[in-house]
């Protein structure tokens, strides 16, 4: 059983920095691509960034290139997800995702709120 | 980037009776070199992370109930659910993974009528 549990999110003022952490078991962590998927309140779900299984290839939503970046520790089975210069419109619920090769196996995803 | 377009964007069907969700690509997700369909369906209950309920566009994962079924290749695609339970009533979203960035349809809310 896939088990990803989120960590590190909260309030945080614009223009300040926050960093996601989600640890995992049930992928085989370390030989797994994961993810971010974001869901604004009410809204739909927006995938955020990819690392793989390694860390050498990371891909980024346009919307977040430049201010996030996603790395991953396999000795911890962590990957961490580094937001900076956040805006009103990243508040959120972040998921983190283990890719298997038929989709996505989800956290329970946590908030991130960014508000004066 | 690919669009997803799913239609509707709700529907009320009676307990018992089949709810059909349709996805539309704006390209094809279906690669040629094994033919799959890089297509997958999900399904998020109020308060929890999304599910995966189908994946190549139409195979049940384990637990998956039979009721849920999936068609289509290429570009068009449905999820249908033969006959309504209570226990399905979600927001249901079709997602491709041909290509970064991976992108979803806007969901499908499923109600009871």
């Known amino acids: 059983e896939v088990q990803l549990v989120e960590s590190g999110g909260g309030l945080v003022q614009p223009g300040g920095s926050l960093r996601l952490s989600c640890v995992g078991s049930?992928?085989?962590?370390?030989?797994?691509?994961m993810h971010w998927v974001r869901q604004a309140p009410g809204k739909g779900l927006v995938w955020v960034s990819r690392?793989?299984?390694?860390?050498?290839?990371?891909s980024y939503a346009d919307s977040v290139k430049g201010r996030f970046t996603i790395s991953r520790d396999n000795a911890k089975d962590t990957v961490f997800l580094l937001m900076s210069s956040l805006r009103a419109d990243d508040t959120a619920v972040y998921y983190c995702a283990c890719e298997a090769p038929t989709g996505l196996f989800w956290g329970q995803g946590i908030h991130v709120t960014v508000s004066s | 980037d690919i669009v997803m377009t799913q239609s509707p964007d709700s529907l009320a069907v009676s307990l018992g009776e089949r709810a059909t969700i349709n996805c539309k690509s704006s390209?094809?997700?279906?690669?040629?070199?094994?033919?799959?369909?890089?297509l997958a369906w999900y399904q998020q209950k109020p308060g929890q992370p999304p599910q995966l309920v189908l994946s190549w566009a139409s195979i049940r994962e384990s637990g998956v109930p039979d009721r849920f079924s999936g068609s289509g290749s290429g570009t068009d695609f449905t999820l249908t659910i033969s006959s309504l339970q209570a226990e399905d009533v979600a927001v249901y979203y079709c997602q491709q993974h041909y290509t970064t960035p991976w992108t979803f349809g806007q969901g499908t809310k499923v109600e009871i009528k």
């Open positions: 690392i793989d299984s390694v860390g050498g290839t990371r």
């Open positions: 390209r094809n997700v279906l690669y040629s070199s094994n033919n799959k369909n890089y």
């Open positions: 049930g992928c085989t962590f370390s030989g797994y691509w």
